[in-house]
């Protein structure tokens, strides 16, 4: 099997490590709307995406649940509930369609323990997940739909390689941002009057880049540079 993934943790591990994982590891193709992971569950598997979209849900005693993250080329899903509790707290379901890796979490563990470049990777995964969760409260207590709107979707495309067509349902994008669906579809459709984008049934294509980044929130330029400089920094792992 060919191992030559795009998913910036897979591309970190040493030419030992990659040789171990490409023996443990699967090819895949994710569909959007596929569930990886229920709330409750154990962690089987841990993903790596090269080109699709995980959106991370949490969800309250009554049921109502909100995305609470996005996982493209740029991290892992289950990377870290795998050496923890290995049960899931949040649902994992594909938002964009496209290729991944997994591996059995066993199979992460053992290479987690065996790979310093691993370790780094993931931590750094972890610390800049964290800064976007805290960053992402306030951005839903201060900045307007629109705004938001804007960031996610430069986001959503930017996190799964994609180009100016996103294959994203309205109603998958008002999870995202913690909104009711009607509210989506007024502010889409704002957007798409100016130029911004064009909206069809589950496609949103992206036309004004430059437009999009001047109108979005400054919680992308903060989040931005919170994870420059985390992958630009030596890593100080905590060992066991």
């Known amino acids: ?30 569909r959007r ?11 089987d598997w841990v993903w790596f995406p090269d080109a699709a979209l995980i959106c991370v849900a949490s969800e309250n005693v009554d049921g109502e649940s909100v995305s609470g993250g996005m996982v493209g080329w740029n991290g892992a899903y289950g990377a870290f509930e795998a050496c ?9 379901i594909v938002q964009i369609a496209g290729p991944a890796w997994r591996m059995r979490a066993g199979h992460y563990r053992e290479l987690f323990d065996q790979s310093p470049a691993l370790r780094t990777a993931v931590h750094k995964h972890i610390e800049a997940l964290m800064v976007e969760a805290r ?29 100016p067509v996103l294959s994203l349902t ?14 989506v579809a007024v502010t889409a459709s704002s957007l798409q009057r100016r130029g911004l984008i064009r909206t069809r049934r589950g496609v949103i ?6 437009g999009l980044q001047q109108l979005c929130c400054s919680c ?21």
């Open 220 to 240: 992308r330029e903060t989040i931005a540079y919170a994870e420059a400089e985390i992958v630009r920094s030596e890593a100080h792992v905590c060992e066991a």
């Open 135 to 163: 960053q992402l409260v306030a951005c839903a207590a201060i900045h307007p739909v629109e705004n938001r709107m804007c960031r996610a979707l430069l986001d959503a495309s930017e996190r799964s390689h994609g180009g």
């Open 84 to 92: 923890g509790s290995r049960v899931s707290f949040t649902r994992a």
């Open 205 to 210: 294509e992206l036309l004004d880049r430059r």
């Open 170 to 183: 309205q109603e998958a994008l008002a999870n995202m941002l913690g909104v009711q669906r009607p509210t």
């Open 33 to 43: 709307g596929g569930v990886l992971q229920e709330i409750g569950e154990p962690v």
């Open 1 to 30: 099997m060919d191992f030559n993934p795009r998913n910036v943790i897979l591309s970190h591990l040493e030419p030992a490590a990659a040789m171990r994982a490409r023996g443990k590891i699967e090819r895949v193709t994710l």
